[in-house]
Every structure is written in C-alpha cells, then in structure tokens.
C-alpha cells in the first residue's frame, strides 16, 4: 500500500477531530447497548476494535488513540515501528467510533476512562493495546534532556524523526553510540536498528565510527550482527560490547556526549540511547502490570490484576511482540470480551 500523501494526512486528522464520543459514553450503563471502548489504534487495538464491532454489530465500540496519524498508517521510517492493521477508513465504515485523545486513568470502581482532555468515557468491557513504552533507567545524569536529546526512537515517531535529522546534520568522522537495553524485542528489530545505523554512517560519513553498547551479558546477537555485516563490505567499524565488557552504562553527561561505561569513558557525536521496555504508560497508571513491567494475563488476554480488563498486543507480559503476533490478539478480542 503506497504511503498517504499529506493532504490525506491532513482529511484523516480533520475526520479524527470531528470525532467525538456522544452521549452513550458519558453516563452510567442504563438499557442502551453494551459499551466496548478499545485504548490504542495499532494492530492490536485496531484489529481488536474492528473484530468487536463486527461480533457485536449493537454495541457500541469506541477506539481512543492518541496519535492522530497512526491511523493513517502512513509508511514507517527506518527508525520507526512498523504500521499494520484496519486504518481509520475501514473503522469508520465498520461503525467504530475513533476519538483523538490520551487514555490517563481508569477508575475501575465506576468504569470510567479518563482522557487528557479532561473528558470521562464509561465502559461495560474495556480493552487496552497501549504497546511499549520506555521504563526509565536510574542511570546518573540520564535526565528528561539526555532522553529528548539522545532519542531512543523505539517505537515514537516523533523521536524517529528526531535521531533521523540528528544523524544527518553528524559532523566528519563522527562517532556514534547505539545504546541497547537488556531484553529489547522484537531482536531482530535490534539487529535492523545496528545495521541500519551502520549502513547510513557506511554511505553518508567516511571514517566514521559506531559502537553498539549491549546490556545483555550473551554474545549471540553481537554474533548475528557481525555475520550479517561481514556481507555489506562497508567501510564503518562497529565495536559491539556486551555487559561486563563494556556495554555497561554507568553514567552519562549529555552535554559533552560522555559516556561512562564499564571498560572506561567514550565521546559520542550521536547516541541513540534505547532504555528497558515496560507496557504503555496507561497501563501502569491503570495498575494493570506487575513487577516486570508487562501486563500479566492468562492465554486469552484476560488480565490477571483486573478482572474487568482484557489486554491486547504487545503490552502483555508474554507477548510475542511482532505485528502477526499483535494482530492475532486484537482478532481474538471478540471471542475473550464475549465470554469475559
Ligand atoms: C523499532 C521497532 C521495530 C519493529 N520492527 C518490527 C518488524 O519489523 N516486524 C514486526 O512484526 N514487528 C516489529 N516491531 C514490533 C511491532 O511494531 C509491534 O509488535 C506492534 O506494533 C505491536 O502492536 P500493538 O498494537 O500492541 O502496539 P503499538 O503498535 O505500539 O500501538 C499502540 C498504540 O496505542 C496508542 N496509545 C498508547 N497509549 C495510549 C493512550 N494512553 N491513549 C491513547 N492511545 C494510546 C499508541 O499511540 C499506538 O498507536 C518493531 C517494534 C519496534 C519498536
């Protein structure tokens, strides 16, 4: 499918706008019909939205996302996850209702949603496919302007697009730092994201350098890269180190792009620093996930802290964390809501 042009971008956001949640998800539940509301519009959310609504044609089915272009499913950049599933067109046309809006709190004792734009939404089953967000690392010095000027671009378009002109304004011979969290997956997305990041320093900056920082202590992914960048003959040398030989961080100085690792300090022109992953925010908020950081569930999704909640994609603690696997969860909602 070809990417959206920006005048699509722009009706998709206006129809998105427009949008609002009437009056059936405001109050309590009365005799209306029953009130499915889905948080987040990528494959699991989307699928899941749209697999309810078809099982369910007289409930209501509501999706609240909040980024108005994940629905347009524009084309992915190099840094970026990833787009699939039903796009906004498809969910209109199937009577989803789609509101533009940050899910902040759920107030489980009313079974109200609360959004950031200050609204409430009530629900009788809510479904939550917030994916992954960043847990942050109690690494010195590594503060809200290391993170906004070293983008970890894991999954946020915004700080895609922010490492992708970084990159491009790099000086001569730059060095640049790929930082890897202990546990990232899906791993070959942490294998695209070195070779990427190699194969630009190969084409756009003679004698640059990269290093990988890896804080897994196994050497098979440092192995896998090196075979598969043995075939690009390009020119960049990428020094991998995993934990306990260098690829500890203990501190950083963002300033002066220092960074002190367990085998001394390195200069960095770039980093793209990727912190350990957790469940979406909204989660957590919600109290839905456990010491881990994921959404603990049973085999249907069904959460294991909530009874009311059912949790789709990659937010679940044993998620397989691709777009087949998040697409397979979001179609299986209809089935788990139904006989929740
Ligand atoms: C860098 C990277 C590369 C990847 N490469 C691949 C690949 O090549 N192949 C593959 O199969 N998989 C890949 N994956 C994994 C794949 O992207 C995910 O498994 C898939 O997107 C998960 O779908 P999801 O619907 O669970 O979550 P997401 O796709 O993360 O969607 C979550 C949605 O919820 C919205 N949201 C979150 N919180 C809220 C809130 N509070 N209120 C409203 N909306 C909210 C977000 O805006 C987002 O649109 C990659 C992942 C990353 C990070």
Not at 96 to 104: H, K, R
Request: hydrophobic share 45%; with cysteine.
């Amino acid at each position: 499918m070809s990417a959206p042009t920006r005048r699509q971008v722009a009706g998709y956001l206006g129809a998105l706008a427009a949008l609002g949640a009437g009056a059936a998800w405001a109050g309590a539940a009365l005799a209306g019909p029953e009130r499915q509301l889905v948080i987040g519009g990528g494959p699991a959310g989307a699928a899941a939205a749209l697999a309810l609504k078809r099982a369910t044609p007289h409930a209501a089915v509501l999706l609240v996302e909040r980024d108005p272009k994940g629905l347009a499913r524009a084309g992915a950049s190099a840094f970026d996850r990833p787009g699939g599933g039903p796009a906004l067109g498809a969910l209109r046309r199937a009577g989803v209702e789609v509101i533009l809006d940050e899910a902040v709190g759920v107030h489980w004792a009313d079974q109200r949603l609360a959004l950031f734009s200050g609204r409430a939404l009530a629900f009788d089953r809510l479904f939550l496919a917030p994916g992954t967000a960043a847990r942050p690392e109690a690494i010195p010095g590594l503060d809200p302007v290391a993170r906004h000027l070293w983008p970890a671009a894991w999954g946020s378009a915004r700080e895609a697009r922010r490492l992708g002109a970084q990159l491009a304004a790099l000086p001569d011979r730059p060095h640049v730092i790929l930082r890897l969290a202990h546990g990232l997956s899906p791993r070959h997305a942490v294998l695209d994201r070195a070779h990427h990041l190699a194969r630009l320093l190969d084409r756009t900056r003679p004698g640059a350098r990269l290093t990988v920082l890896d804080a897994g202590t196994a050497a098979d992914l440092a192995d896998r890269f090196q075979r598969r960048r043995a075939g690009d003959h390009g020119p960049t040398p990428v020094d991998w180190r995993i934990a306990g030989h260098g690829g500890t961080v203990h501190r950083v100085d963002v300033r002066r792009g220092w960074v002190e690792t367990d085998a001394g300090p390195l200069l960095a022109d770039a980093v793209n620093f990727i912190e350990t992953q957790g469940a979406g925010t909204i989660a957590r908020a919600a109290g839905l996930v456990d010491a881990s950081g994921w959404c603990p569930t049973d085999p249907h999704g069904r959460s294991l802290t909530r009874a009311q909640a059912v949790i789709l994609g990659d937010a679940r603690k044993d998620a397989a964390r691709t777009v087949a696997g998040a697409l397979r969860s979001g179609l299986a909602a209809a089935e788990t809501g139904l006989n929740a």
